[in-house]
């Protein structure tokens, strides 16, 4: 029982390098997010996808791309990395999306650094 | 926009003591509350889920509470275990999103 699977696990990219960060969940969960996290901070949803083939921009999308391949994967593109987008990012997924008993499911986390 | 706040930022305990974490909000007008767990390295897993016509809900030696008119939500742990470090999230769903608290790191002593 995967649930939702990210990888790389970690990453140190250089400014300016481009890189995708991959999650793909086997729940059949029709909206997937991504979030980041810093220390000190809660969580701050940079897309998500309330079904295949839409996407929408969080509360922080700048310098980030979003790609819903199918229902099962959700990538996250870094186009031109810069030391602020250094943080550890999580993919999630929601069971229920929009009801009182929406649920996320979260990923194991991508720790990047941008150096 | 909707704020959530956890007081403390840190909290350590002796095994075995009772506690409260807190979490905060500023609109009440939200579908429900969750409570995560984060171990270091890993991602969240949901604890509880208070939807907001709900007072509270247990789970096992967990108890959350859900006060929507003061914007406030207690997560009480019973008998604290060493086990039960981590750092504890809480998040509420409103008409736009999920927004995150930024943590309470627990740190039971043995």
């Known amino acids: 029982n995967a649930g939702v699977t990210q990888t790389p696990k970690f990453q140190v990219l250089k400014t300016g390098q481009s890189m995708t960060l991959q999650c793909a969940q086997d729940m059949n969960h029709n909206s997937m997010y991504w979030y980041r996290q810093d220390p000190g901070m809660g969580l701050r949803l940079i897309y998500y996808s309330a079904s295949e083939g839409t996407t929408d921009k969080g509360e922080v999308p700048n310098g980030y791309n979003v790609s819903r391949l199918n229902k099962r994967e959700f990538s996250l593109r870094l186009e031109s990395a810069a030391p602020s987008q250094t943080s550890v990012y999580f993919c999630?997924?929601?069971?229920?999306?929009?009801?009182?008993?929406?649920?996320?499911?979260f990923g194991s986390g991508t720790q990047l650094s941008v150096l | 926009k909707q704020e959530v706040t956890q007081i403390p930022a840190a909290l350590s305990v002796p095994e075995g003591e009772n506690l409260v974490l807190n979490c905060s909000f500023t609109?009440?007008?939200?579908?429900?509350l969750q409570w995560f767990r984060q171990d270091p390295g890993k991602g969240l897993t949901s604890l509880l889920l208070?939807?907001?016509?709900?007072r509270e809900q247990t789970s096992g030696r967990l108890n959350a509470s859900l006060d929507k008119s003061s914007g406030r939500s207690t997560l009480y742990i019973a008998a604290s275990q060493p086990g039960d470090s981590a750092t504890y999230l809480c998040a509420v769903l409103d008409n736009n999103d999920m927004r995150f608290g930024a943590g309470t790191r627990l740190t039971v002593k043995p």
């Open positions: 999630a997924s929601s069971d229920v999306p929009g009801t009182f008993n929406e649920k996320l499911f």
């Open positions: 609109d009440s007008a939200i579908y429900n």
């Open positions: 208070i939807q907001s016509s709900q």
